[in-house]
């Protein structure tokens, strides 16, 4: 499991491993293959500005995921594939994270941790 307090060498060893197995798997009959139609756009790590704790007991309002741009999330929303939260209570919300999400969910994937899985709404804190 990936989480806040995994650095930057971490991932590095983490996706060696990956190619390592890979490699001594030799062929797709190996480990299966999985389809990849889809190729996702990369998003920018944002900063948080609340820490998780504040967010969780700040005063928070639920809106169309067209206003959360620019607003603090008050949600974990961490889709499926990959499995790594894309934003974390306290982190501002992105264009670019928003654009992220939905391009999982258009390919099938789905959204965890959040109320709204299908990303119509977001959880934010109140201005």
């Avoid at 992105?94 to 965890?112: D, N």
């Avoid at 990303?119 to 109140?126: F, G, M």
Wanted: some cysteine; aromatic content about 6%; proline content about 7%.
């Amino acid at each position: 499991m990936v989480t806040l307090g995994n650095t930057e060498q971490d991932m590095d060893r983490l996706v060696n491993g990956f190619k390592k197995l890979a490699e001594q798997a030799g062929t797709d009959r190996a480990i299966g293959r999985l389809d990849l139609e889809h190729s996702f756009s990369p998003i920018a790590w944002t900063s948080a500005s609340l820490t998780p704790r504040a967010a969780f007991f700040a005063k928070a309002e639920t809106l169309p995921i067209e206003q959360t741009p620019n607003r603090i999330s008050a949600e974990l929303v961490c889709p499926y594939p990959p499995g790594i939260p894309v934003l974390f209570p306290g982190e501002v919300v992105t264009e670019g994270a928003i654009a992220y999400l939905q391009q999982v969910i258009a390919a099938g994937g789905v959204v965890v941790g959040c109320a709204d899985r299908r990303l119509c709404t977001l959880s934010v804190i109140a201005a």
